[in-house]
């Protein structure tokens, strides 16, 4: 079935240094990958997305790579800053081609000051 | 505010009962996207309405049916409530494919 693996569960880090978040998609016609940030109280909200056609995309301080071969993709963030600190979700989209897309479990990432 | 409007944003319940819950979608979204999120839980996929059509169905309970109407609003409806419904209910909204589509801000169910 679809499933989308996320590692780790929780990631705890200084301000200023790097943040990688990784995923791992079971269906290989999946081809759209985006990623959310969710704050506390508050509904997820996208911050960056890739499509299967390219293997790398930047804003700003944040980054996502995608390998389609081992079917996996991450996520960077560079020089964290305390206001980093949220659930991120990965995501990928149904092979059904209706829209629908299957998550990850989520990380808590925390950014000690 | 994400355009993805859901109320009511908190409902405390009985078991045994009944609840709606509402979303009305981003302006010119065509898709409406349900999503339960328990406690320590990722986002589970519920169910999709596309222009008033069901679109497709994940791991949605017998108790739980929803819909859309042609104002392209969508309800929720849970019923016969168990303790373990108690959780976040999300509901998203998307354009024509869905990519990106953005969330509201939930509906936090707690049943007692």
């Known amino acids: 079935g679809e499933n989308v693996e996320q590692h780790p569960s929780t990631l705890s880090v200084q301000e200023g240094d790097s943040a990688v978040i990784k995923c791992t998609y079971s269906d290989s016609a999946s081809n759209y990958f985006p990623w959310y940030k969710q704050e506390l109280g508050k509904g997820p909200q996208l911050i960056i997305d890739i499509r299967s056609n390219v293997g790398e995309k930047k804003d700003q301080r944040i980054a996502v790579t995608l390998n389609k071969t081992a079917k996996h993709f991450s996520l960077h963030i560079t020089e964290t800053q305390p206001e980093d600190s949220a659930v991120y979700f990965c995501?990928?989209?149904?092979?059904?081609?209706?829209?629908?897309?299957?998550f990850g479990q989520g990380t808590t990432l925390q950014v000690k000051p | 505010d994400s355009g993805v409007t859901q109320t009511p944003k908190h409902l405390i319940t009985a078991t045994g009962q009944r609840v709606t819950l509402r979303c009305s979608p981003r302006s010119g979204d065509l898709s409406v996207y349900w999503y339960q999120q328990s406690l320590d839980q990722g986002l589970q996929f519920l169910i999709q309405?596309?222009?008033?059509?069901?679109?497709a169905k994940g791991n949605i309970l017998e108790r739980f049916s929803a819909q859309q109407f042609p104002d392209l609003h969508s309800e929720l409806n849970l019923s016969s409530l168990e303790l373990g419904d108690s959780a976040l209910y999300f509901c998203?909204?998307?354009?024509?494919?869905?990519?990106?589509?953005?969330f509201g801000s939930g509906t936090r169910l707690t049943v007692v």
């Open positions: 309405y596309y222009n008033g059509e069901e679109r």
């Open positions: 995501a990928a989209s149904s092979s059904s081609n209706t829209g629908k897309l299957i």
């Open positions: 998203a909204s998307g354009g024509t494919g869905g990519y990106g589509y953005t």
